[in-house]
């Protein structure tokens, strides 16, 4: 499973970052950073989740 | 659980549309009927005072699902119908043309419709903005280069104004209060959103009141009541929102500035209500709110449907921080949790005169909200604090040790 966000709509509103803080960071220069790209099955929960409540939808999921 | 075969879910809104997914999501396997009066798919509402109100986007990408994934959701679509009644004894909708529609779940997600000014005249070029076919409409005007009136400097009309500057086009904007936004945001903060708007070109008029629109078939002039006009080819009304509800009037159902739900957004037995149409009581503030946010309708709507999937010994209170984000010209402003005007401010990082900055809201010795002007890192900090019921000096003491 790989984190894919689409940077042209990422807007840093950083729900993402609450809902799984394991996975996105956003950092003092407003912008969005993924900490781990092919995260363990454990998280795909959480990475759901952070899909459904992101506000600009610029999150995604690429199965193998 | 509670045991269910026919669900129906009335608007085909954000918090309709995730309360449709959330059924799913949780294993329910019966019917499905969506209600919704427009005629579109359920689409997204923010890019229409921004991108596509723009020009950045075309409408078609306010679409919150394509088309061709509505198969795999198993929902009836009912698009361009509107729900006329509900009689919850007989657990049956009225439909407009007359026909009924059975239930034994049922979610109420009919949102709001803009307020218009009263004695408005019937002049072309007077907009609200509310739905796709009025962000379609308002935009072939700003492609003319229109002088445009804005009445109102909450979110939406500020939003509508900082897009129309960003189009190049004459803006003014009018506002009832001394401050936008204090009611939301306290004077000092809504000076700050005052000052974006000033810095960028927008002829910013506080205090004053509209008492009517002139013109020949299209609106030419605004006039205010203090006897002045200001020419306008487009007027945006932008005075906040009516919860949907006149539909319910005849059920019986609580109705007060929405339809009143208990902490877990139900009505009544095998009722529940989600987004901008419900009041409910957030026992996370200990208060009855209704929130007008898109955040708390992608996740009412799922909560709502699970609490009527579980049936009242399992539902869940609905117990959120409210979030909102705005972006107005480069400014990212983001809120969390619930203010109130008389509420104790204190700007904790940064500085308004930088715009970049946190400020935080504290009442009876809690944190009840954050504001941040470009600073989103920061904002997760307080929202969990907000979310911990922390105090005021910890929040305090929180922002001391971040620096």
């Known amino acids: ?64 | 659980m509670a045991n269910l075969t026919r669900c129906v879910v009335v608007g085909a809104s954000l918090a309709g549309l995730r309360a449709v997914e959330a059924l799913r999501r949780a294993g329910y396997d019966g019917a499905i009927t969506m209600v919704g009066a427009e005629a579109h798919l359920p689409y997204d509402r923010p890019p229409l005072s921004k991108e596509i109100l723009a020009g950045k986007w075309e409408p078609e990408r306010a679409g919150l699902r394509e088309s061709g994934s509505y198969a795999e959701l198993d929902v009836d679509l009912r698009l361009g119908l509107e729900a006329t009644a509900l009689d919850p004894g007989a657990r049956e909708l009225q439909l407009d043309g007359g026909g009924r529609l059975p239930f034994d779940g049922l979610i109420i997600a009919t949102g709001a419709r803009p307020r218009m000014l009263p004695n408005t005249p019937d002049l072309a070029g007077i907009y609200t903005l509310r739905t796709l076919d009025d962000c379609r409409a308002l935009r072939g005007e700003f492609e003319a280069g229109p002088r445009v009136v804005v009445v109102g400097a909450g979110f939406i009309g500020a939003e509508v104004a900082a897009t129309a500057r960003g189009r190049g086009l004459d803006v003014t904007l009018l506002e009832a209060l001394p401050v936008p936004l204090a009611r939301a945001l306290g004077e000092e903060m809504g000076e700050a959103c005052a000052d974006l708007h000033r810095e960028h070109g927008v002829d910013l008029r506080c205090g004053v009141s509209v008492a009517g629109f002139d013109g020949a078939g299209r609106v030419e002039r605004v006039r205010l009541a203090d006897g002045a006009t200001v020419a306008a080819d487009v007027v945006v009304v932008g005075i906040g929102v009516t919860p949907n509800t006149s539909w319910l009037e005849s059920s019986g159902l609580p109705l007060r500035d929405g339809v009143v739900c208990d902490a877990t957004c139900a009505v009544a037995p095998g009722i529940y209500a989600a987004g901008d149409v419900a009041r409910w009581d957030n026992p996370l503030f200990g208060e009855e709110m209704r929130v007008e946010h898109w955040t708390n309708a992608v996740e009412q709507g799922a909560a709502a449907a699970e609490n009527l999937l579980a049936g009242p010994e399992g539902a869940r209170p609905f117990a959120p921080v409210p979030f909102f984000w705005s972006d107005q010209y480069d400014t990212k402003i983001q809120y969390v949790g619930s203010s109130r005007a008389d509420d104790e401010v204190r700007v904790v990082h940064g500085s308004v005169r930088e715009n970049r900055f946190v400020a935080i809201y504290g009442r009876n010795g809690r944190i009840m909200a954050a504001l941040t002007f470009n600073w989103p890192r920061l904002l997760l900090d307080y929202r969990r604090l907000i979310g911990e019921r922390a105090s005021w000096d910890d929040a305090l003491a929180h922002a001391a040790e971040v620096g």
């Open chain 1, 1 to 64: 499973m790989k984190v894919v966000v689409d940077y042209d709509k990422c807007d840093s509103n950083a729900v993402c970052v609450g809902i799984a803080p394991e996975l996105f960071e956003v950092r003092d220069d407003n912008f969005l950073y993924i900490l781990q790209e092919n995260p363990p099955e454990e998280l795909r929960a959480k990475l759901e989740q952070a899909v459904r409540m992101c506000p600009t939808h610029a999150i995604s999921i690429e199965d193998d």
